[in-house]
């Protein structure tokens, strides 16, 4: 939504595994059907994975953030509603939750 905070940490430490397991245990990228990593042999540091695998990792991220980003600014609506309720209060029920995703469903255009 425009800012970076720390909070998001463990979040990119999972998104890095994925996208480690993806290319570099699975083979699922344009770095080829090889493993580099998996089950006891994943890596503690990243630094020791072949160059090509690391550059298809950080591009499997980067096209996850802006799938993520577009998604979110296209429910941009939505948000904005939930903040603006939780703003006023500190929790919700998920039948309040409901109730203000029903009053903003239709501003959120389709996928």
């Given amino acids: 939504l425009g800012s970076y905070s720390a909070g998001n940490s463990s979040d990119l430490e999972k998104a890095t595994s994925i996208a480690m397991r993806y290319v570099a245990t699975y083979g699922m990228s344009e770095a080829g059907l090889v493993q580099y990593a998996g089950g006891r042999r994943a890596p503690k540091d990243l630094a020791t994975l072949p160059d090509e695998v690391r550059?298809?990792?950080r591009k499997v991220l980067d096209e996850c953030f802006v799938a993520a980003?577009?998604?979110i600014e296209r429910c941009r609506p939505a948000i904005d509603a939930f903040v603006s309720e939780l703003s006023e209060r500190?929790?919700?029920t998920g039948e309040?939750?409901?109730q203000v995703w029903e009053s903003v469903r239709d501003?959120?255009?389709e996928a």
């Fill in 69 to 71: 980003k577009a998604r």
């Fill in 55 to 57: 550059f298809e990792m």
């Fill in 96 to 98: 309040e939750l409901l």
């Fill in 107 to 109: 501003q959120i255009p």
């Fill in 90 to 92: 500190s929790t919700m």
